[in-house]
């Protein structure tokens, strides 16, 4: 695989509905009320219903899988959650993703990825170390 | 009550065992959009060397669950979990999780630390096979508000 340091590998938007989060609420077993009911997320003093963040955490790493082609060659992944993706009910949430070669060895890559929803990054220090065995 | 000192440190039953099916794969996967062969194709993923399908990087969110939960059941923790907010998350693998594995999570409370009133637990779920080699480690580190 060619890949240089600060090359963007990947991008990627996608488009979060109440429907995505009902689906990852039951894929994922967190029910947690303020990912889906205004009500509940406005008394916790919310702007509103909020993406899990696992949700965008998920998502942000696929276009990387996508890119070296086996989600097994992930390594390690982490994020950082700096600040909440609220869902409009009618209009959703865009978030993109941008992923970029931050470190390079024989062995492996680091990929940065940069999460923005409404022009705000949405992840810190988002970072996957990929397998290039 | 705020969140136990004492707590740092502590290690937990393990959690019963869990089965991963094809299928809870299949639907974790159009949750998070992905759209790998080898997370949907059993013959694409056994063509890539897997014996069946192979997760998406954050499923292994779906067995550390069931450590949280312990973690907030503890008794003497002092975790208050309507002012828990999801503050880091970190997977490292030793290998994908696939359909047909069975899982048992180890949870292990590695640090606590409390800043500008604030609480900040970080505990670590040692994901093993049925074989017991090790598979993946979840951790994730919460961030207890203290009162306003």
């Known amino acids: 695989m060619i890949a240089e340091l600060g090359e963007i590998v990947a991008e990627k938007t996608f488009v979060l509905t109440r429907d995505s989060l ?3 609420a039951g894929a994922s077993g967190d029910f947690n009320a303020i990912h889906y009911r205004d009500d509940v997320a406005q008394s916790v003093g919310l702007p ?7 949700l965008t955490m998920g998502l942000a790493v696929q276009p990387v899988v996508d890119w ?25 949430a865009t978030v993109t993703v941008v992923a ?16 923005t929803f409404a022009d705000q990054t949405v992840l810190g220090k988002a970072q996957a170390r990929v397998s290039l065995a | 009550m705020p969140v136990n000192p004492e707590l740092q440190g502590r290690v937990f039953a393990p959690t019963a065992p869990y089965l991963v099916g094809r299928e809870k794969i299949r639907e974790f996967a159009r949750a998070v959009f992905a759209t790998s062969p080898l997370n949907h194709d059993p013959e694409a993923a056994r ?3 897997y014996s069946d399908i192979v997760a998406p990087p954050t499923f292994p969110v779906v067995v550390q669950e069931a450590t949280l939960q312990q973690l907030l059941a503890e008794p003497d923790g002092g975790i208050d979990f309507s002012r828990v907010v999801h ?21 292990a409370v590695s640090s606590i630390k409390t800043l500008g009133g604030n609480a900040m637990v970080t505990a670590e779920s040692t994901i093993v096979d049925q074989t017991g080699a090790h598979v993946v480690t979840a951790t ?7 009162d306003e």
């Open chain 1, 100 to 115: 970029k070669v931050g470190a390079l060895t024989d062995a492996e890559i680091r990929i940065d990825l940069t999460v």
């Open chain 2, 47 to 49: 063509a890539a060397g």
């Open chain 2, 140 to 146: 994730s580190t919460l961030v207890v508000r203290g």
């Open chain 1, 48 to 54: 509103g219903v909020l993406a899990h963040g696992m």
């Open chain 2, 87 to 107: 503050g880091e998350q970190r997977f490292s693998y030793t290998r994908a999780i696939v359909a047909g594995d069975e899982l048992t999570a180890t949870l």
């Open chain 1, 22 to 24: 009902v689906r990852y």
């Open chain 1, 68 to 92: 070296i082609g086996d989600p097994a060659k992930v390594l390690d992944y982490q994020v950082r959650f700096t600040r909440p993706v609220v869902v409009d009910p009618v209009d959703g």
